[in-house]
């Protein structure tokens, strides 16, 4: 069965930086648009960061970029996120998303599988 489990979640100071990565099996891994979502307390999970099949596209949340990347390596069936800057209001779980379109729609309805999540927290 498909499996996406995300990890490098933790608690963080304002400013500081974290790498989450999620490691996917029992899927075609370049099939699959990668991407992150993050939900936080009382809100409604919200996209966050995304890449293409091969790599070569990258969209980012307004609220993320320029601080955040994300990335992939189709050779460790692993995609990543690199956050920089981190602020209290990124306070969050994080949810790796996999989607069989060739641009993602940044909506979670459309994800076709979902990690476990991992929390990020960032202290004031």
């Known amino acids: 069965q498909v499996q996406l489990v995300e990890s490098g979640g933790g608690l963080v100071q304002t400013g500081g930086s974290l790498r989450l990565s999620c490691a996917a099996s029992?899927?075609?891994?370049?099939?699959?648009?990668m991407g992150w979502f993050r939900q936080a307390p009382g809100k409604e999970r919200e996209f966050v960061a995304a890449?293409?099949?091969?790599?070569?596209?990258?969209y980012h949340a307004d609220s993320v970029k320029g601080r955040f990347t994300v990335s992939r390596d189709n050779a460790k069936s692993t995609v990543y996120l690199q956050m920089n800057s981190l602020k209290p209001d990124d306070t969050a779980v994080y949810y790796c998303?996999?989607?069989?379109?060739?641009?993602?729609?940044?909506?979670?309805?459309?994800?076709?599988?979902w990690g476990q999540g991992t929390q990020v927290t960032v202290s004031s």
């Open positions: 890449i293409s099949r091969s790599g070569g596209s990258t």
């Open positions: 029992g899927l075609t891994f370049s099939g699959y648009t």
């Open positions: 998303a996999a989607e069989l379109r060739g641009t993602p729609t940044r909506v979670a309805g459309s994800v076709n599988y």
